[in-house]
């Protein structure tokens, strides 16, 4: 089949985005052109919640942060309500979403009774503001678990025996940890909650009007499915809290239909009363369905808040570091993921002491400073690190003898500082010398066939070239470096497709053969180098690489937190 004829003439298919700092909107049409978008930033359009980056730090707990639950809410409201003047919501016959992955809500006993019920006279916020056992949401950028991960691991039989079965160890980001932290720390909010919702899942919910499953995809970044069967693992569950399969409901798969839309929306948006949800998932999952990542051999980098590598294989071989789902968008295969939380942040903040707070003055130091950056190595951590697991800190090396190709002894001394030209290239290099060496002992394709970019960041030619460098492979962007709501609107279609057929049908049906036509397409950004010296600075790298590598494993062993 042709794919495109099989969408409705004239549909639309809503993707929405409920990410760290935002929330943003793709709307696609039948032949899957981006016709509309929208956003709302949360510290700048609802600053009466006073956060920064979306989220709240707690000063008396280090590592402790989480985001005001309702300020999702309010979004949403405020969002459809931008949206309005764009499209007409009556033609949107599926919406679909992508949530930051692992952050979670708590939805006290009798909200369920509140949200099937919800008055289209009044505004979301003002019905759903008590429906919570806390108000405060842990998210992916907290790293306060760390007692409860080890808890966790050792009560399965260790980390790599937890990784085998759910796709990961333990880590302090996950929502098994977290909700352990609750259950320890607040019995009184564990005891009086109902559902714990993933914020995929809860965004959901909200456009369904009942509690929404939890997705398989998003599911695995818990710490509590098991990653072959994807079931709730028995053992992990009593490990983590007592009663919990009860309070997370059923799992299901990524591209099946969590429902039609709540008379809610239909009454206050005019949305169809036959509009589907589709099921919602993880921000990753979701950008990896945008981006059409369907070839073993490519990369996808995500450079946003947090950086993700990501790719896709046939069976789950989950190791001691590193991430494993169910691809979203092919219900026997998976995604393999490694995520880092100094991302853009961290840039900005380099950009910010040594480049007069411009990306201008930032790009200019980054062209002007040779690649290899004369051996100078930094390790950049603004926020405690996922990958290293490393303390806030910032480290600074000279690696000697880089010239000569042949040599295995590199030499490196600590030095305190760097000159800011140096200081830009050694945050950019040491980004993507570490995504390269942990991609590669994670069993990642090297050289990757190519690499497609994505994020924020991924706009900025000069760090492009740098990972064409790096990598040694082509890289490629797509038009729209918010891949993840972009997906989003893939996966409503594609959802859509699978319910009109009745089962599942591949997501490549949608776009084979057209992908040009459509807003999907991706294209070169910088070509990999096939010169001499592209291939000694390759080799150069690869020398630079292995020295980093030893250099944090010494790291690890002396401040790390494991």
């Known amino acids: ?91 949107v016959v599926a919406v679909s979403g992508s949530g930051q992955q692992h952050g979670s809500v708590y939805w006290k006993k009798g909200s369920h009774a509140v949200l099937s019920s919800l008055d289209a006279s009044k505004s979301l916020l003002s019905q759903l503001k008590d429906a919570f056992s806390t108000m405060n949401s842990p998210i992916w950028m907290d790293s306060s678990t760390t007692k409860q991960c080890r808890e966790i691991e050792n009560a399965v039989g260790g980390a790599l025996e937890l990784a085998k079965l759910t796709g990961s160890r333990a880590y302090e980001r996950f929502t098994g940890p977290q909700i352990r932290k609750i259950y320890q720390t607040e019995p009184d909010v564990y005891e009086d909650t109902e559902r714990i919702s993933l914020v995929s899942s809860f965004m959901a919910s909200i456009l369904v009007g009942s509690y929404a499953s939890i997705d398989e995809t998003d599911g695995a970044g818990m710490n509590l499915m098991d990653i072959n069967q994807r079931i709730w693992s028995k053992s992990v569950l009593e490990a983590t809290a007592p009663g919990l399969e009860a ?26 009363k036959n509009c589907l949800v589709i099921q919602w998932s993880g921000d990753n999952p979701n950008s990896l369905a945008g981006l059409t990542l369907n070839t073993p051999g490519d990369l996808a980098i995500s450079l946003g808040t947090s950086d993700t590598v990501f790719g896709i294989t046939a069976e789950a071989k989950p190791s001691i570091e590193g991430h494993v789902f169910p691809n979203p968008v092919e219900p026997d295969g998976y995604m393999v993921m490694l995520c880092y939380k100094n991302g853009s942040l961290t840039r900005e903040d380099v950009r910010n002491r040594c480049a007069d ?139 859509w497709l699978c319910n009109a057929q009745g089962s599942f049908v591949p997501i490549s049906c949608l776009y084979q053969g057209n992908l040009e036509k459509t807003s999907l397409g991706s294209k070169l950004a910088v070509p990999a180098g096939d010169k001499e010296e592209d291939r000694e600075l390759l080799q150069k790298y690869t020398l630079l690489m292995r020295k980093r590598m030893e250099i944090e494993r010494r790291l690890v062993e002396k401040i790390g937190r494991s």
């Open 1 to 91: 089949m042709s794919g495109r004829g099989s969408l409705p003439e004239g549909s639309l298919f809503l993707g929405l985005d409920s990410s760290t700092q935002s929330l943003k909107a793709t709307v696609l049409n039948n032949e899957l052109t981006i016709v509309a978008s929208e956003i709302v930033n949360f510290d700048s359009e609802l600053p009466h919640y006073k956060t920064e980056g979306g989220v709240y730090r707690d000063p008396a707990d280090d590592g402790h942060i989480f985001s005001p639950t309702i300020m999702w809410v309010e979004a949403l409201e405020l969002l459809l309500e931008k949206l309005k003047p764009k499209i007409n919501f009556g033609k």
């Open 357 to 495: 707070k411009s990306w201008d003055v930032f790009n200019n130091y980054l062209e002007k400073t040779p690649p290899l950056n004369g051996g100078k190595l930094g390790f950049y951590y603004k926020d405690h690190e996922i990958l290293p697991p490393l303390p806030v800190g910032f480290h600074r090396y000279a690696v000697e003898n880089l010239n000569d190709v042949t040599s295995d002894t590199l030499l490196e001394r600590e030095v305190e500082e760097f000159d800011p030209p140096s200081e830009v290239r050694a945050i950019i290099e040491g980004q993507m010398l570490s995504m390269r060496g942990h991609a590669e002992r994670f069993g990642m394709p090297n050289p990757p066939k190519r690499i497609i970019a994505t994020g924020g960041a991924s706009s900025n030619e000069s760090i492009l070239k740098s990972i064409a460098q790096i990598f040694g492979c082509p890289v490629f962007t797509v038009q729209r470096p918010d891949s993840a709501s972009l997906g989003a609107a893939l996966r409503a279609a594609h959802g």
């Open 247 to 272: 309070k997370l409901g059923n799992l299901a798969p990524a591209y099946s239909a969590a429902g039609r839309i709540a008379p809610y929306f239909v009454e206050r948006f005019q949305f169809d």
